[in-house]
């Protein structure tokens, strides 16, 4: 092999690795189980969990999230499982989430105030960053999409609408982890309701996946296949 062509075939081989490698396949969640929530849990003391059928569906069910009359905490759910915590590396994700405030508009309940997604840094001590998802809330089923950036500045997570914990959840917060460390280090994944009185919530169809690399990666891939094709010609 001639050094031109060795050339070639080191940038081929880097450029497959970035481009032609699968996307993580990710994670995702229906919550169609009656009795199962799936490897999640309540996020706070305040919240409880059941899964409830959708209304006039056979085999679809949802996680419902509730509080009490004398709520004054948040409420939601949260995950250790394997496929959702860690390391997200250096790439581009995705998350989907269908959500719908149940309580709004009913007599007596409670009025919602944010939803977050949130993740949160390393073990139960260390606090974490979240994205508010929406300023408007009914009881009607929505669903809402979050593409983030794992090595984001702390100052570019926020460009784009994320804040670390005592910026969102909590004022009174400890500071958190920066953002690029947070996620190389995930200890829960966490959709979180807030407000006040009497709350209960829909969670649906969580979906977490990698972004793929861009198109361009594979045409420079590509270019290169058709390089290296042209010197084997050559030399045959």
């Given amino acids: 092999m001639n050094k031109q062509t060795l050339a070639i075939a080191l940038s081929l081989s880097l450029a497959s690795s970035a481009a032609f490698s699968a996307p993580v396949s990710g994670y995702m969640e229906g919550w169609n189980t009656l009795n199962d929530t799936a490897g999640w849990n309540t996020n706070t003391t305040a919240s409880n969990l ?71 840094y390393q073990d139960a001590t260390q606090n974490g960053w979240a994205y508010s998802l929406t300023d408007v809330f009914d009881n009607n089923w929505n669903t809402f999409d979050v593409t ?48 006040e009185g009497y709350l209960i919530g829909g969670i649906d169809n969580f979906k977490l996946t990698a972004v793929p690399v861009p198109a361009a990666a594979w045409l420079f891939a590509s270019g290169l296949f058709g390089l290296l094709a042209v010197g084997r010609h050559r030399r045959s």
Avoid at 91 to 117: M, P, Q, T, Y
Avoid at 152 to 164: F, I, K, Q, S, V
């Fill in 148 to 195: 983030f950036d794992t090595s984001w500045t702390d100052a570019e997570a926020m460009a784009n609408g994320w804040l670390p914990d005592s910026q969102s959840i909590s004022l009174g917060a400890n500071p958190s982890q920066p953002w690029a460390t947070t996620m190389s280090n995930v200890y829960t994944t966490e959709i979180r309701l807030s407000g």
């Fill in 50 to 120: 059941s899964i409830q059928p959708h209304e006039g569906s056979i085999g679809d069910a949802y996680l419902q999230t509730y509080g009490n009359a004398y709520n004054t905490f948040d409420i939601g759910a949260s995950t250790q499982l394997a496929d959702v915590t860690g390391d997200f590396g250096g790439g581009v994700w995705n998350v989907s989430i269908d959500l719908a405030f149940l309580s709004e508009g009913f007599d007596g309940a409670g009025a919602f105030d944010n939803a977050w997604l949130r993740f949160r």
